[in-house]
């Protein structure tokens, strides 16, 4: 089965850092872009970063100068390391992920979530 799994939220005070994970397993062919979201309370999802398998990002601009993503391809896991954060970045954190996997018959191409991981700022 494949499946995005996150890791590493919780509580924070204003000012502190976290780093998310997010580990892509099963029977996997090949993964392009992986990226994270963000819901906060009240808002839509919206994006926070993506990153293409040759390393190329993106962010949002309310979490420039302080996010960064990356990835090891080999072990097909995407980080974000979060510093000076804010209340405002208070959200559920879900991993994101188009790719191509083994189906009945070949291979179909799919978009993943991850299940989310919760980050709370808060003093």
């Known amino acids: 089965q494949v499946q995005l799994v996150e890791s590493g939220g919780g509580l924070v005070q204003p000012g502190g850092s976290l780093r998310l994970s997010c580990a892509a397993s099963?029977?996997?062919?090949?993964?392009?872009?992986m990226g994270w979201y963000r819901h906060a309370p009240g808002k839509e999802r919206g994006l926070v970063a993506t990153?293409?398998?040759?390393?190329?990002?993106n962010y949002a601009d309310s979490v420039k100068g302080r996010f960064t993503i990356s990835r090891d391809n080999v072990k097909n896991t995407v980080y974000l390391q979060m510093n000076s954060l804010k209340p405002e970045d208070t959200a559920v954190y879900y991993c994101?992920?188009?790719?191509?996997?083994?189906?009945?018959?070949?291979?179909?191409?799919?978009?993943?979530w991850g299940k989310g991981s919760p980050v709370t700022v808060s003093s």
């Open positions: 994101n992920a188009p790719m191509t996997v083994k189906a009945v018959g070949g291979v179909t191409t799919r978009n993943y």
């Open positions: 099963g029977s996997i062919f090949s993964i392009n872009s």
């Open positions: 990153i293409t398998s040759g390393g190329s990002t």
